[in-house]
């Protein structure tokens, strides 16, 4: 079985290769990355059975992978490796993907490998992968992962207050804080498409419409939200958005 170890830290990916050679006869090869872009390369070169991966990791978070493998080229197991107990693992927890959390020791390392093996022999790699992808974006994980430069920051949906297009990245405004996220706007607006309180009234926003504080009629009309940001409304938005707050 080749392996791959995807993390920043050294010393992480020393102790986890000494565990695996030490404990898992299973594994035959194993190849490192310090970063996510160079595992991604790594990936495509070797076409690894298995691959170890950090979450928290500079640039790029472990998550992000399913943003840069091609659902034909998700053809290994994968197993995250977090020091941290944050909301990422529910993410796991509601999609099945193994995750391990830091400092490794070996029976979990073992077992692990061992659940890989199985997962592998009966072809689920593609069901999880999939099953991934759905629990880190659905309405019923109820949270946005926005990658920051620390990690992944996971904000509740009805803690955001609107998001603003800027460019290839999205300002994310919450109750507390703003992000500037590396990621456009069209894909929150295809993550938060079912959730009903978040409405797009113009091209560049999408608000929740529970901050709604005012909509003022002058300068073409535009919309005052409980932060103090104003938002445009597209001239073609208009009626619609109209008759949406009407009903509320």
Do not use: W
């Amino acid at each position: 079985m080749k392996v791959i170890i995807i993390d920043d830290e050294p010393k992480a990916r020393r102790l986890l290769r000494v565990i695996l050679e030490e404990n898992c006869p299973a594994v035959s090869h194993i190849e490192e990355a310090a970063d996510l872009l160079a595992g991604v390369e790594r990936i495509k070169a070797e076409r690894p059975a298995l691959v170890f991966l950090d979450i928290r990791m500079p640039e790029h978070s472990g998550l992000e992978i399913v943003d840069f493998i091609d659902r034909e080229q998700f053809d290994f197991e994968l197993i995250f490796t977090t020091a941290h107990h944050d909301y990422a693992l529910q993410a796991f927890e509601l999609s099945a993907v193994s995750y391990l959390l830091k400092p490794v020791r070996p029976r979990q390392v073992r077992e692990a490998v061992e659940k890989a093996r199985r997962i592998i022999d009966k072809g689920q790699i593609h069901q999880k992968l999939e099953q991934l992808r759905q629990a880190l974006s659905a309405t019923s994980f109820g949270k946005l992962a926005l990658p920051v430069a620390e990690g992944i920051h996971f904000v509740a949906f009805d803690e955001v207050i609107l998001l603003k297009a800027n460019g290839m990245y999205t300002q994310v405004c919450t109750r507390s804080e703003e992000f500037l996220i590396s990621k456009p706007l069209k894909h929150f607006v295809e993550i938060l498409a079912t959730v009903p309180t978040f409405y797009r009234p113009h091209r560049s926003y999408l608000i929740n419409l529970s901050y709604i504080k005012q909509y003022v009629k002058k300068d073409g009309g535009y919309i005052l939200m409980d932060n103090g940001l104003s938002v445009s409304v597209a001239k073609d938005k208009k009626e619609e958005f109209l008759s949406i707050v009407q009903n509320l």
